[in-house]
């Protein structure tokens, strides 16, 4: 079995599965484990991650009118890597490799397996876990994973029964800000939290500080996509640019978080259960787990003039 995995969900749960030595390549942002940085890199994107988030957005809705591709797919060494699983998703063309990038794919690999990620749930990730097993001759591995990780969510349900629901929005993009969709809404739920702009299985959407200031969240969860909690930590002094965003109630309370997103939140795999753990105990502190996330105050935000710099 030769596995091509062109993004980091899919990694993530192939070396979960005990399948890494059986990866013979990933894109350029498979970076857990650290074994996974070793294989060959199949992926690369087009856009320039290290400009501000506003430059970011631009630069992604430009080539999504254009009809162009956010990430560009290395058919030649996959030939040469010769894989007979190719691991993709179905659900999100900005994220990773999209479904309409996997068709010349497919043509150029004859015989190859392609299996499709396609979660917008929780539940949804757990059945990719069996997706991806079975395809690669192990499904008793992903049952067994799926088993664990479903034990996982409902243990973290039981830590927080009976709490009071707090009012939460969750950002995965700061300029211009985005509503974190899909699965996040409902980790808020099962972390025994309430939503307040996000709906469970629905895409992120684009809004404005001044609308998530409307919808007045006790607790703010910043998680940018593709992005480490200390990458968005460095971002910081986007948001001291934005008026709407320093009037939040929950930052004047102290109630705002940076959350490592790549780690537990952007990415379909089993690391969903350690974000779930994470807004369980930024909600409901002394429920028993650790809040893998820094909080975020008004002191720590620097001068709006720095932003956009060099």
């Known amino acids: 079995m030769r596995v091509a995995s062109l993004l980091p969900s899919a990694t993530e749960i192939l070396f979960a599965l005990g399948l890494g030595s059986q990866v013979v390549a990933t894109s350029h942002e498979c970076d857990h484990p650290a074994e996974a940085r070793l294989r060959p890199r199949v992926v690369r994107t087009v856009v320039d991650p290290s400009r501000p ?3 970011v957005d631009r630069q992604v809705r430009e080539l999504a009118s254009a009809g162009r591709p956010v990430f560009l797919v290395d058919l030649q060494q996959i030939r040469t890597l010769r894989p007979t699983v190719v691991v993709t998703q179905a659900v999100c063309e900005v994220c990773a490799v999209g479904p309409c990038q996997v068709v010349p794919l497919a043509d150029a690999l004859p015989g190859v397996r392609v299996v499709r990620l396609q979660a ?26 799926a088993s664990q990780l479903r034990d996982a969510v409902r243990a973290v349900t039981a830590a927080v029964a009976g709490r009071p629901r707090l009012r939460v929005a969750c950002v995965e993009w700061l300029d211009p800000p985005y509503v974190a969709g899909h699965w996040v809404p409902e980790m808020v739920w099962r ?32 998680m940018p996509c593709g992005f480490s909690l200390e990458a968005a930590w460095d971002r910081r002094a986007e948001l001291a640019a934005q008026p709407a965003f320093l009037g939040l109630r ?8 940076v959350a490592d997103a790549n780690a537990h939140f952007s990415r379909p795999g089993p690391r969903l259960v350690e974000g779930l753990q994470t807004l369980a105990a930024l909600l409901h502190p002394g429920c028993g787990f650790q809040p893998l996330a820094r909080r975020l105050t008004l002191q720590d935000l620097p001068a709006a003039a720095t932003v956009g710099e060099g």
Request: with cysteine; hydrophobic share 35%; charged share 25%.
């Open 191 to 222: 972390a025994g939290g309430q939503d307040v702009m996000g709906e469970p299985g629905r895409p992120s959407w684009r809004t404005t500080w001044s609308q998530v200031d409307g919808a007045d969240p006790e607790v703010v969860v910043l």
């Open 53 to 55: 988030s506003q430059e």
């Open 250 to 257: 929950a930052l004047r309370h102290g109630s705002v978080y």
């Open 120 to 145: 917008t749930s929780l539940e949804g990730v757990w059945e990719d876990v069996l997706r991806v097993a079975e395809a690669c001759g192990v499904p008793e591995r992903g049952r067994a994973l």
